[in-house]
């Protein structure tokens, strides 16, 4: 009678785990599901107006300087935590737009793959004594 019972607290332990599982899963389907339609509705929500924000760059804390787009005219705009200002109106024509501007790496080390940067680490570091026992 023991044994019987040892077993099936086991096999009962073995179905919570599996409907746990199975749970988790489902929760994990329905949040990928749920946060690709939420981005589908944000980007169509915004695909359609005159505005479009081309470039942002972090000058300190909550402190930005940023390239947007209005209509066929280019802002250029400074945004603080409670605060935004015009800080020059550019056309088409002003703007440098070239490959290095266009790719979202435009770095000094653009090309520069994560192996690369790596070796370049390896160099630096400390080469390490092997022990002759």
Do not use: C
Request: charge should be neutral.
């Amino acid at each position: 009678m023991i044994l019987l019972n040892a077993g099936t607290s086991g096999l009962g332990s073995f179905m919570q785990l599996i409907g746990v599982l199975l749970i988790f899963v489902f929760v994990l389907v329905i949040t990928y599901f749920t946060t690709k339609w939420i981005a589908n509705y944000q980007k169509v929500q915004s695909g359609h107006k005159n505005l479009r924000l081309l470039e942002t760059i972090r000058i300190a804390n909550n402190k930005y300087v940023q390239l947007i787009e209005a209509g066929e005219e280019y802002l250029v705009i400074a945004v603080g935590k409670e605060e935004a200002h015009l800080l020059a109106r550019l056309t088409r024509e002003q703007l440098r737009v070239g490959p290095e501007e266009d790719s979202d790496f435009s770095g000094k080390n653009a090309g520069e793959t994560f192996q690369d940067v790596l070796e370049r680490l390896k160099e630096h570091l400390p080469k390490s004594k092997q022990k002759n026992d």
